[in-house]
């Protein structure tokens, strides 16, 4: 590594990352966030079981206890080619009640506005309905259980990435890397590097950079011992070593 392009900056340790570790670590306001969004999507997923099971069960009741009656079309569309989906309305002793179901393709085009057709619902709960020439199905949900697949997958990758991080703060060996590369990716700037480990192991890593860094330039890396494939420059986005974040000002 070339001593005249050190940068001061760089090899100015921080005071919070100098002491023993394990380092106290704090996370950051868009660590924060990031936590907050992970949790939420992981809260869809019982959401998603309990519904679940409410149509499992009510599909049930209409096959046992359901009665048909006769309600008419009030409009027709199309949701994504060739399905349709339909919007009918019945009346139960004087009361109107509404309902829509996805088309089967095997009925696309069989119905039109204004026409009849027949309902089956509860007498118990007749919000509970659907139309008696097809039986209702939750693989008409596909587009809820891809959503519910992809906050799974979301959610997974959000906390492996931030257990990953802390671990890095926390645990992290100090060293100085040296920019190979130096990119502008939307609203951050990506940077390429290199390192040598206390054992004098060289290694490459990149990561995201809050200013825009200049090739050969140095920067401070944090590595796992164990794995110092696992690095990242310092500081991070989610994490910082030195305790919880009160009124740390965030890096621009």
Known sequence: MNSDSTNRE????????????????GLSGKGITLWIIAALLLALIPLFAIWFCLQLQNRTALRRDGRVVTGEVTRIWTTR???ESV????????VAYSGKADIP??????FRESDNILVRYLPANPRINHPDAWEWSVNS?????CFMIFAVMMSNTIITI???????????????????????????????YKFRTEDGRLF?????SSITEIINANILVL????????NSPYSMLNYWAGGPVISRKEQP
Request: glycine content about 8%; proline content about 7%; overall charge positive.
């Open 141 to 145: 949900y596909w587009g809820l259980y």
């Open 10 to 25: 760089a090899q100015a340790i921080p005071q919070e990352l100098i002491g023993p570790v394990p380092r106290e670590v």
């Open 204 to 208: 490459v890593g990149t990561g995201v």
């Open 162 to 192: 931030l257990l990953r991080e802390r671990r890095l703060v926390c645990e992290g060996v100090i060293a100085i890397g040296a920019v190979t590369r130096s990119k502008q990716d939307k609203d951050a700037i990506r940077i390429e």
């Open 223 to 230: 590595y796992l011992p164990q794995n110092p494939k696992r």
């Open 87 to 94: 919007r009918y309305t019945f009346t139960v002793d004087d």
């Open 105 to 110: 393709v095997n009925f696309v085009r069989r």
């Open 81 to 83: 080619a060739p399905n």
